[in-house]
């Protein structure tokens, strides 16, 4: 019996797709871990400005950062960010400044922390979205350090939980199976999934009452650690 192009098409079927020699390919992949190029920041350009207080310092503990003011007496509101912004750098030196400027002022910052949150925020996402895994992995141990960097800097994480958690969704599962060989990037903390475990168990620690709900909303496959 001859169908006719419109009961083709309810089958599911194209006319292109019934044509002697035609080849049907499926849909294209979706690309959910494709890696993102980034832009150029705003920390390389400033960087190269010569517009950071600080050099490089080489001692017998490695490459650190050398500051040329006291950290405590920096404006958190304008350098934090910038340093953030920084995150999504991956070659020398930018990468090392940027991640070890972040963990300097994290370290020194105190109750000057808090109020930048807001700031924050755009380039944790810029970064995660990224899809890189090394920049993914520097990510998650930066906010896993500014959550334990000062008081209610945890709570006020909590509001941005649905611009920064998806991606943590999408990597949650993404862990190493090497068998009965070593997992190098265990022990550089590299493992992706397990730094996303993490990272979700500091923020609903650090959180307050709000943060499971919160977090199971955005990833629903969460446990809470907090269960005795």
């Not at 990224?130 to 920049?135: C, D, G, I, K, P």
Request: hydrophobic residues 35%.
């Amino acid at each position: 019996m001859q169908r006719r192009r419109g009961d083709m098409k309810t089958l599911g079927f194209t006319v292109k797709s019934q044509m002697k020699h035609s080849e049907v390919i499926g849909p294209p992949v979706a690309g959910t871990f494709r890696e993102r190029p980034s832009k150029p920041t705003l920390f390389r350009k400033f960087y190269e400005r010569g517009e950071f207080p600080m050099t490089l310092k080489h001692d017998t503990k490695g490459n650190r950062i050398a500051w040329k003011v006291e950290i405590e007496k920096l404006d958190y509101h304008h350098y934090l960010p910038l340093f953030f912004d920084g995150l999504c750098e991956t070659e020398h030196p930018y990468e090392f400044f940027a991640r070890q400027g972040i963990h300097d002022m994290l370290e020194n910052g105190g109750p000057k922390i808090q109020p930048v949150i807001p700031q924050l925020i755009v380039p944790i996402r810029k970064a995660l979205n990224t899809r890189n895994r090394q920049v993914i992995c520097t990510t998650l141990k930066v906010i896993q350090h500014l959550v334990v960097s000062g008081e209610m800097v945890g709570e006020s994480l909590v509001p941005y939980y649905r611009q920064i958690l998806p991606i943590l969704n999408i990597f949650k599962s993404m862990n190493v199976n090497t068998g009965d060989r070593i997992d190098y990037s265990q022990q550089k903390r590299q493992n992706v999934g397990e730094l996303v475990q993490e990272t979700l168990e500091l923020l609903e620690r650090y959180g307050g009452e709000e943060a499971f709900i919160n977090i199971k909303y955005m990833v629903p496959t969460y446990e809470s650690c907090m269960v005795n």
